[in-house]
DNA sequence: AGCCAGGACTGAG
DNA sequence: CTCAGTCATGGC
């Protein structure tokens, strides 16, 4: 596909989520650093377990959450605490390393830790055991407010079907780079776009094909419907 | 009763 | 480099 069409598609797409959902107010946090935490806690995990788990974070340290807790907090009972979100051993572990890295390069503060450019801070995330690169965006751009696109599954599932990518299993750093590259660098965009894919996804397609009910229906040459089966509409 | 969540790491081939 | 196995809980 035409490089400059491709552009066109994905702002269309965005044109159409936004449109069917409005903005979504992300990242569902109060503090930066809440967002790290619920970024590391969600890895493969229904949001809502994440959450509870954050609230019990939140509650163990008498109402707010901030790095010194889980830098103090036995691994063990740490574990214990984020339970709810699955993978308790190593979430823990991962909660300790950012911390820890971030107190012995930053003394403990995101503000110095984020007041680099995007791509030295990118690196230096990735470098961080626990966090990949969806995490890593996740961080920069929810927390670090920088225009980093995130990815995730539902991205990867979204644009196959809609034939802007032949493959799902496309590298990460290529599915990045398309959204970056054929849209504006503006950490507002980036913000809603990922929200609005998981809301779309989460609520209509998830595994299933797009049908002709789906907000962004007019995109989708690939429609089938097996979407409403339930309702005998296919 | 399975199947799957807003992934990342590890070791094998 | 590609990929299965691992990590674990809660909702539907």
Redesign the pocket.
């Known amino acids: 596909m035409a490089a400059e069409a491709v552009g066109d598609r994905l702002i269309e797409l965005y044109r159409s989520l936004y449109e069917a959902y409005g903005p979504q107010g992300?990242?569902?946090a109060e503090t930066s650093f809440e967002?790290i935490v619920?970024?590391?806690l969600?890895?493969?995990?229904?949001?809502?377990?994440?959450?509870?788990a954050v609230e019990n974070l939140k509650s163990a340290g008498g109402g707010d959450l901030i790095p010194h807790l889980i830098l103090r907090l036995d691994e063990k009972k740490l574990?214990e605490l984020i339970?709810?979100?699955?993978?308790?051993?190593?979430?823990?572990r991962?909660l300790k390393s950012f911390v820890e890295h971030l107190f012995k390069k930053y003394s403990g503060s995101l503000e110095r830790m984020f007041s680099q450019d995007l791509d030295p801070l990118r690196d230096e995330l990735?470098g961080?055991?626990?966090?990949?690169?969806?995490?890593?965006?996740?961080i920069l751009l929810?927390a670090a407010e920088k225009p980093s696109f995130?990815v995730?599954?539902?991205t990867r599932?979204l644009l196959r079907r809609l034939g802007l990518i032949e493959d799902e299993?496309i590298?990460?750093e290529k599915l990045r780079a398309l959204f970056m590259e054929n849209l504006p660098r503006d950490v507002a965009l980036y913000n809603e776009y990922?929200?609005l894919i998981?809301r779309h996804?989460?609520e209509v397609c998830?595994?299933r094909p797009l049908c002709y009910r789906c907000p962004i229906n007019a995109l989708d040459n690939v429609c089938i419907t097996l979407h409403h089966k339930d309702d005998g509409i296919t």
């Open positions: 992300w990242w569902p967002v619920g970024a590391i969600t890895q493969a995990t229904a949001w809502r377990n994440a959450k509870r574990a339970r709810p979100s699955g993978y308790p051993n190593l979430k823990a991962r990735l961080i055991h626990g966090i990949g690169p969806e995490t890593a965006d996740t929810y995130v995730d599954a539902y599932r299993r590298e990460y990922h929200a998981v996804c989460k998830r595994k």
